[in-house]
């Protein structure tokens, strides 16, 4: 049973941009918090941006003043708008959600940026 479904991927120009979104349930919305995740093949996964349930953020170094999390309650969904594209972030991006005790993981959305 898929908990988390994520959208947005595609391929685009460096200094492009894309907006990715992971809809879920309330219940798991109302988690601790979710966060996005990227991985490259041959590399492990990668924390990129976190969002808590009162909307605080966090963002890797290597995204910081590009990419922005945010979260709609009324939709239980939240985004990663990605600005500023660079090559380096191609992967596949997926959603987690944090509730008590337990992690849900995406089924992953390709980013592809060309340069």
């Known amino acids: 049973q898929v908990q988390l479904v994520e959208s947005g991927g595609g391929l685009v120009q460096a200094g492009g941009s894309l907006r990715l979104s992971c809809a879920t349930s309330k219940s798991i919305f109302s988690g601790n918090f979710m966060g996005w995740y990227r991985q490259v093949p041959g590399k492990q996964r990668e924390l990129v941006a976190t969002i808590t349930s009162g909307g605080s953020t966090t963002a890797a170094d290597s995204v910081k003043g590009r990419f922005t999390m945010s979260r709609d309650n009324a939709r239980n969904t939240v985004y990663l708008q990605m600005n500023s594209l660079k090559p380096e972030d191609t992967g596949v991006y997926y959603c987690?959600?944090?509730?008590?005790?337990?992690?849900?993981w995406g089924q992953g959305t390709q980013v592809t940026v060309s340069s």
């Open positions: 987690f959600a944090s509730k008590g005790n337990n992690g849900y």
